[in-house]
T-cell receptor
Framework: DAGITQSPRHKVTETGTPVTLRCHQTENHRYMYWYRQDPGHGLRLIHYSYGVKDTDKGEVSDGYSVSRSKTEDFLLTLESATSSQTSVYFC???????????????FGPGTRLLVL | AQSVTQLGSHVSVSEGALVLLRCNYSSSVPPYLFWYVQYPNQGLQLLLKYTTGATLVKGINGFEAEFKKSETSFHLTKPSAHMSDAAEYFCAVGENSGGYQKVTFGTGTKLQVIP
């Protein structure tokens, strides 16, 4: 358990409304990630953060923004939700383990978002 | 660019039979390879990982995977399937890229275990 929580766990919203998803971690990890999961696509990276106020885009960042004002919180915002953003959203952290210093990603429980 | 191919989006096995989930990858650098498992309505759980060293990697729940560089494969196996193994399995390849860990996931294989 990497101490990751996501809120809300389920959300139904209407097209055009703003939506913010929250990821919270308790273990002071530097790197945090937002992915979306869709059938047939696996997980795709939306944005990631490498520190407070340090973020960058992933492969599917259009329509999403992020913020990280505290180490423990990483927020994902859909400024104006569209039906194509209906998905399951996962937050992840990366932690170093073992002698190789290789980082491994650990995932939160996910947020299921439905945009009507 | 790195990529992952999982052969078979759905695999069915009988309880007690061998589980074999296939994964092939491409990577321009020595890869870090992972298998994750996802149970319904849950997040992804790390099953096992290969970084360096021994090419046969043992994970949780009796699973193991073998890194074969010549075949660019990292297939997941378990000698005897249990009903509780029914889940979706994701193979992933990672590399350190400009300061963050870039992980590319396969599209997943749903494992069905038949009593």
């Amino acid at each position: 358990d990497a101490g990751i929580t996501q809120s809300p766990r389920h959300k139904v919203t209407e097209t055009g409304t703003p939506v913010t998803l929250r990821c919270h971690q308790t273990e002071n990890h530097r790197y945090m990630y937002w992915y979306r999961q869709d059938p047939g696509h696996g997980l795709r990276l939306i944005h990631y953060s490498y520190g407070v106020k340090d973020t960058d885009k992933g492969e599917v960042s259009d329509g999403y923004s992020v913020s990280r004002s505290k180490t423990e919180d990483f927020l994902l915002t859909l400024e104006s939700a569209t039906s194509s953003q209906t998905s399951v959203y996962f937050c992840a952290i990366s932690a170093t383990s073992g002698r190789t210093n290789q980082e491994t990603q650990y995932f939160g429980p996910g947020t299921r978002l439905l945009v009507l | 660019a790195q990529s992952v191919t999982q052969l078979g989006s759905h695999v069915s096995v009988s309880e007690g039979a061998l589980v074999l989930l296939r994964c092939n990858y491409s990577s321009s650098v020595p890869p870090y390879l992972f298998w994750y498992v996802q149970y319904p309505n849950q997040g992804l759980q790390l099953l096992l990982k290969y970084t360096t060293g021994a090419t046969l990697v043992k994970g949780i729940n009796g699973f193991e995977a073998e890194f074969k560089k010549s075949e660019t494969s990292f297939h997941l196996t378990k000698p005897s399937a249990h009903m509780s193994d029914a889940a979706e399995y994701f193979c992933a390849v990672g590399e350190n890229s400009g300061g963050y860990q870039k992980v590319t996931f396969g599209t997943g294989t749903k494992l069905q275990v038949i009593p």
